[in-house]
């Protein structure tokens, strides 16, 4: 008997019994349909972290100088010196000062925007553009001029597009925008946004800060997968100034992003671990729904033996109809699951207001359909080795 | 030439507790090839037990059972159900068709387990079927068919493999006398064209259909000879009960 006779006989055997089969694939269905989602929500997770990362820059590398007391600290020359020194890692730096307190436009107090100041290679470090203008330039920087440049939404909000030229008072001090930033956000600018931002020369910034010294920096490198070898570089550098290393933070995105990758996939795992006892459930389901079917049948696998079925004809027969059972479970499941993603695309773009799609990989697919098929083997194994095992005078008498 | 049917000794004890029955006792006969041979006896006389011997669905505890000159007891399972494939045809009472398929594919599962191709054994199921006069059914269901039209698809399933025995357990036990004649004529025919048929039965009235008669009763022999003698009929006590012609 040919393998594809056994596959039309366990058909012929489920078309039979369609309400029964249904029944016992259901577990497979939802097993393999959670796995699918679960799996296509963990991808668009990564999706969105890598999004957002890639607008924050990947290849960037973030110094916080904390200190330690008043004694010891790092001048931005000295910063400035280590990224030429090792210019084989590094690209380019700027100090970060972030900048808190009012921000006025007329009459109007906006109260989620960015103010930062930043150097005249932040830009080009970023990737932003100026749309309107001219960008910040070292010779602000160096005379510490009141000068600044807008976000795209500040521009288009407050000043109708032609924010160039006019003023923006921050904490009291009138600036004068030079330039506008070109819009960064796909679709719609919100406020609190990436276009909600004002950038002003960092050595402006720093005097008016209480401090009024420079504490955080933003570094490019070379190469993205050498972010590692660049952070120890900057940490070994502040160690031997602050011999503390609380004193100071140096966080690569790259690594950022890895490791929010990493525990998102953990977090995955564990939940599609916890969808994936659904199948247990469910092949276990089906191994139940056999052995009442071998019982059921004995008298045909009796019939069978008489006319000269070899055990491992009948074994074949139930092992091929477990199997069909749960890969048709699988198929199901998998339908079920891509019809579930796209109303969960729906729901959490809807509840987050973000663009996070659900999408499960191919990968993910194949492996659900291979492993329903496989569970059907395993759980119909035994009952199939009952069956092949019956003792055909036994099996014949039986009713 | 040796015979294709010998049990030689051929003992069946069952153990149940304390008690041993014999259901079969030492029995030797042989039955050639192209005899129409019923075994007969009461409930109990042992031929059922014969008939799973014959059948390679139950070994003998004691004695040799040669089918063509095998000894059965020495074969192991596979060779077993090549023996059921190819040198047996069984007819049962109760038809044991699968009621899931169809008259065509009922009678292609022995040539299917044979590994005969497909189209070959559709036709040949075809042919088998005609002969029984069911040519015009084929895709009928057993369900749909009366009990002796059932029977006779069981005969067409059981002859079509070409087998060297057609063994027959109580073919009318379950039909009216005139399809019950129908399906002894039928068996005669078999018989006529020269294959070898057992036929089990309680039935006397069965029984004298064939050639020859092997009585038993308690497990033993108690006349083997032809059909057509009175002692056939009378030679046991309880056998008149069957009713003669």
Request: net charge negative; glycine share 10%.
């Amino acid at each position: 008997m040919k393998l594809t006779e056994a596959f039309q006989l366990a058909v012929k055997n489920i078309k039979g019994n369609r309400m029964r089969t249904f029944l016992t694939m259901l577990g497979i269905i939802i097993g393999i349909a959670a796995v699918i989602v679960i799996v296509g929500l963990g991808n668009g997770m990564e999706k969105y972290m890598r999004d957002q990362f890639a607008d924050m820059g990947t290849n960037t590398v973030a110094v916080n100088i904390m200190g330690r007391g008043s004694s010891r600290s790092v001048s931005e020359t000295q910063m400035y010196a280590l990224v030429a020194e090792n210019s084989e890692y590094f690209d380019q730096i700027s100090p970060t000062v972030s900048f808190s307190g009012t921000v006025k436009i007329a009459t109007e107090s906006p109260s989620s925007t960015a103010v930062t100041g930043v150097s005249e290679a932040y830009f080009d470090m970023k990737g932003y553009t100026v749309s309107s203008g001219r960008g910040l330039q070292y010779v602000d920087m160096e005379k510490r001029r009141t000068v600044c440049v807008v976000g795209s939404y500040l521009n288009s909000t407050y000043y109708g597009g032609n924010a160039v030229g006019q003023t923006i008072r921050l904490n009291g001090k009138s600036f004068l925008i030079v330039g506008v930033m070109a819009q960064e956000t796909d679709g719609e600018m919100e406020e609190g946004g990436t276009d909600d931002c004002v950038f002003l020369p960092y050595s402006t910034a720093a005097r008016m800060s209480y401090t009024g010294k420079i504490n955080s920096y933003t570094l490019t490198v070379v190469d993205e997968t050498q972010a590692a070898a660049c952070v120890s570089i900057v940490e070994d550098y502040l160690y031997d100034i602050f011999s503390d290393d609380d004193a100071y933070r140096v966080i690569s995105m790259a690594q950022m992003l890895d490791a929010m990758n990493a525990m998102i996939n953990v977090m995955i795992g564990i939940l599609a671990g916890i969808a994936a006892i659904s199948l247990v459930v469910g092949g276990i389901g089906i191994m139940n729904i056999m052995l009442v079917s071998v019982t059921e049948r004995t008298r045909e696998i009796g019939i069978r033996k008489a006319l000269g079925a070899k055990e491992r004809y009948i074994m074949q027969q139930f092992v091929m109809e477990a199997a069909t059972t749960s890969a048709l479970g699988g198929v199901l499941g998998i339908t079920v699951g891509y019809g579930l993603s796209s109303v969960a695309t729906i729901i959490v773009t809807a509840l987050m207001q973000e663009n996070l799609t659900v999408s499960p990989s191919i990968g993910a697919v194949l492996g659900a359909f291979g492993i329903s098929t496989c569970i059907g083997i395993v759980f119909g194994y035994l009952p199939a080795k009952k069956a092949a095992r019956l003792n055909p005078i036994d099996a014949l008498h039986y009713d | 030439m040796s015979a294709l049917i010998e049990f030689q000794d051929v003992s069946k004890i069952y153990e149940m507790g304390e008690s041993v029955v014999r259901a079969a006792d030492r029995i030797s006969m042989k039955i050639q090839k192209g005899e129409f041979v019923a075994i007969v006896g009461q409930s109990g006389s042992g031929k059922s037990t014969c008939m799973n011997i014959i059948g390679c669905l139950d070994v003998p505890t004691n004695g040799t059972y040669l089918l063509d000159g095998r000894d059965v007891g020495s074969l192991d399972k596979n060779q077993l159900a090549e023996i059921h494939n190819k040198m047996l045809g069984f007819i049962f009472q109760q038809y044991n068709l699968l009621p899931r398929l169809t008259l065509l594919e009922n009678v292609e599962v022995p040539m299917m387990y044979a590994g005969v191709p497909k189209n070959d054994r559709r036709e040949r199921a075809k042919v088998a079927l005609e002969m029984v006069g069911l040519g015009s059914k084929i895709n009928h269901r057993p369900a749909q068919l009366s009990g002796g039209q059932q029977q006779r698809v069981s005969i067409a399933r059981a002859l079509v493999g070409e087998p060297a025995v057609i063994l027959a357990d109580e073919p009318t036990g379950a039909l009216d006398s005139h399809t019950g004649r129908e399906v002894l004529s039928l068996l005669q025919q078999l018989h006529a064209a020269g294959n070898t048929v057992v036929l089990i039965t309680h039935d006397n009235s069965i029984a004298v259909q064939a050639q020859r008669i092997i009585r038993l009763e308690d497990g033993r022999v108690i006349y083997d000879g032809d059909a057509r003698t009175a002692d056939a009929v009378v030679s046991s006590s309880l056998a008149g009960l069957g009713g003669g012609q």
